[in-house]
Structures are given as C-alpha cells and as structure tokens.
C-alpha cells in the first residue's frame, strides 16, 4: 500500500470504523484490483498518486470506472493529496456515499445493506473453571 492508502485504512476504513461496514484491501472486483471494497454496499474506493495524471492512466482509471459502476458499484476517488491533508473531508464524502447508497437501496425496496457485526477481539482465553481440592470429577 501507497501512504496515503495506509493513512485511508489506518484512519477511516479499517474495523467497521465507517457505520460497521467493512472493507477490504487490495480485493479483486471484475478484472480490476480495487484499492479498498465494500461488498454489501458495492463500494468501491481508489487512491490516486501522481502517475494517475498521466494521460494513459487517466485513461485506464475512465475504462475501470466505467465498467465497475456499469456492473453495479459505486466509485470514489480520491487523491493521496486529499487524503493525506484533509482527511476530514475524505471521512465526510465517504460518509455521504454511504448514506446515499444506504437510500438507494431502501428507495429500491431492497433494504439498507446490513454492515456486518463486529468481531470479538481475541484475548486471553477465559479462565478454566477449578475443581476444588479432594475432588477428582
């Protein structure tokens, strides 16, 4: 992961961190390598650095959008600019993506996409129960 990748995860979208949904890393969607996905809301997050200036990956990046949200997802891209100075603003768009996906699905009748319940932290096991001394059971 880039920085800027490391700093979006780190801060907005690891640990069901945005309304309990969960995200993935680097996940494979269609033909393509997503930077971060959430499947139940079909939602899709890239990270652009500089080589995404270039006229060939503006190019690439048109075709990927194109063909994700032709199959159903939702795009948003963000600069590593943006999101490392204003990740406020990134949290908030990410934040109002969801709820307008969240409107969506329940404008369709399909319901808002359930975010998946957080899992338990694994810790120390929990204590073995003791059998008192003299008995043997």
């Known amino acids: 992961m880039t920085k800027a990748e490391a700093c979006l995860w780190k801060y907005a979208l690891r640990a069901g961190l945005r309304k309990g949904y969960t995200f993935n890393r680097q996940r494979p969607v269609l033909k393509f390598i997503a930077d971060f996905m959430c499947k139940p809301l079909s939602l899709v997050i890239e990270v652009d650095g500089i080589t995404h200036t270039w006229p060939e990956t503006i190019a690439k990046d048109k ?37 307008e996906i969240e409107r969506i699905y329940e404008q369709e009748g399909r319901g808002a996409p359930a975010p998946r319940k957080p899992r338990q932290r694994r810790g120390a096991p929990p204590p073995t129960p003791s059998v008192p001394e003299g008995d043997s059971t």
Do not use: H, P
């Open 63 to 99: 075709i990927k959008d194109e063909q994700l949200t032709s199959a159903g997802f939702y795009m948003l891209r963000f600069t590593d600019d943006e999101v490392l100075t204003n990740m406020e603003y990134v949290i908030e768009q990410i934040n109002l993506k969801i709820a």
